[in-house]
């Protein structure tokens, strides 16, 4: 039999495809920031709701039969949860831009500020959404759940005007409040102190402007996908009006919300630099643990030298590259010693090219390489008394 979806199997590929890019992000540095809860809050809930609706389009894509009741149950009030924690963390996000641009400071002023800041989002992020797939779904549920073919099983409440106030209105309310309350002053602030703003991320090590663009900009993509389905559908409900070609058109266009959010995040936050870094450790870690040692790349190779590169003197003398942390101290050879030469940085700059050149006379053994000779020249003339005092 063949499925109901025309463009199947595109939306089980998609929502599939972005589960695992949520993990990805979740495990960046960037994201699990304290200051970055609101983003953490949306990867996960997106991760569950994007594995689930991938793996329920796959198995109901041409029938509408009943496969398991408790798995029905869960994925049903999980889409509740998704469903609620979405507008909730956009609401988050802007807050906390707000505050961001406000105070000139990710951190907050004092610990009891914190605290209550902290409670605020664990009670939107997590709190209020559990509590509405919870007791207020059990008030308002018409069946335990429906089987809509091609998707699965859905949640089945009623059309009561109690079932809008308590389960619908959360998809318009948090993202009218965002853009009543908190957009305005994230912009009358950007405009008026755009100097100061600009000084403040460019000088702030946990969140750069180009960070602070990319989560704005996530907010703005979250309320443009909520807001507008969220209205409409509330709308219809309100004034009973739903018909079978809106119904149709509102549940595919509302079913893409997620998978298309979370290209967005991945493509905000999954690609950067930073991101790519990780993922280039995690994958030499896994090598590693299975025995096999890969190869990086010549840019990875040199980036990986520059911080940990060291070289050796025949007399076995370390030389630490730790700026501002310890003196380089660089041990001469016996011939040198014996001319009165000192081994440390002050003193040794006219000698530096002897250092140099004698050690292209040492035997097989005590060769050093061209690299690291030159990395020793520029080390000795760095610490001489002329560089030093000009």
């Known amino acids: 039999m063949a499925a109901v979806d025309p463009t199947y199997p595109l939306y089980p590929v998609a929502c599939i495809a972005t589960a695992p890019m949520m993990l990805l992000v979740l495990f960046t540095s960037f994201i699990r920031q304290s200051w970055n809860l609101s983003v953490a809050f949306l990867c996960f809930w997106l991760f569950c709701e994007n594995l689930t609706d991938g793996i329920n389009a796959i198995l109901w894509a041409d029938n509408a039969d009943v496969k398991s009741n408790v798995y029905c149950d869960i994925v049903s009030h999980l889409q509740i949860v998704t469903s609620t924690v979405k507008p909730m963390t956009t609401l988050m996000i802007i807050r906390r831009l707000y505050m961001i641009t406000s105070l000139q400071s990710v951190e907050l002023p004092n610990k009891a500020a914190n605290r209550r800041n902290l409670a605020i989002e664990w009670t939107l992020g997590l709190m209020i959404p559990v509590l509405v797939a919870g007791p207020l779904y059990y008030a308002v549920r018409y069946s335990r759940y429906s089987l809509v073919e091609g998707h699965g099983c859905e949640l089945d409440p009623d059309n009561s005007i109690l079932a809008i106030l308590l389960i619908q209105s959360w998809g318009v309310i948090p993202p009218l409040l965002s853009i009543a309350i908190y957009y305005p002053r994230v912009a009358w602030t950007l405009y008026r102190q755009s100097r100061d703003i600009n000084r403040f991320l460019n000088s702030n090590n946990s969140v750069t402007r180009t960070n602070y663009i990319r989560i704005l900009a996530l907010a703005s993509i979250?309320?443009?996908?909520?807001?507008?389905?969220?209205?409409?559908?509330?709308?219809?409900?309100?004034?009973?009006?739903?018909?079978?070609?809106?119904?149709?058109?509102?549940?595919?266009?509302?079913?893409?919300?997620?998978?298309?959010?979370?290209?967005?995040?991945?493509?905000?936050?999954?690609?950067?630099?930073?991101?790519?870094?990780?993922?280039?450790?995690?994958?030499?870690?896994?090598?590693?643990?299975?025995?096999?040692?890969?190869?990086?790349?010549?840019?990875?190779?040199?980036?990986?030298?520059?911080?940990?590169?060291?070289?050796?003197?025949?007399?076995?003398?370390?030389?630490?590259?730790?700026?501002?942390?310890?003196?380089?101290?660089?041990?001469?050879?016996?011939?040198?010693?014996?001319?009165?030469?000192?081994?440390?940085?002050?003193?040794?700059?006219?000698?530096?090219?002897?250092?140099?050149?004698?050690?292209?006379?040492?035997?097989?053994?005590?060769?050093?390489?061209?690299?690291?000779?030159?990395?020793?020249?520029?080390?000795?003339?760095?610490?001489s008394s002329m560089f030093m005092y000009g």
């Open 222 to 383: 979250d309320i443009l996908l909520t807001l507008p389905i969220g209205i409409v559908s509330l709308a219809l409900n309100v004034t009973g009006s739903l018909g079978v070609t809106s119904n149709v058109v509102i549940f595919y266009f509302g079913s893409w919300i997620s998978p298309v959010l979370a290209f967005a995040i991945f493509g905000f936050f999954g690609l950067t630099s930073e991101a790519r870094s990780s993922y280039w450790h995690a994958i030499y870690t896994v090598a590693a643990w299975c025995g096999w040692k890969p190869t990086p790349s010549p840019s990875r190779a040199r980036s990986r030298l520059e911080g940990t590169e060291s070289c050796e003197r025949p007399q076995d003398a370390a030389l630490d590259f730790e700026i501002g942390s310890k003196q380089n101290f660089f041990n001469t050879n016996a011939h040198e010693q014996e001319q009165g030469v000192e081994g440390e940085g002050e003193g040794a700059g006219p000698h530096a090219d002897e250092a140099c050149a004698t050690s292209e006379e040492d035997g097989p053994d005590k060769r050093i390489t061209e690299e690291p000779r030159q990395l020793l020249c520029n080390t000795v003339y760095a610490h």
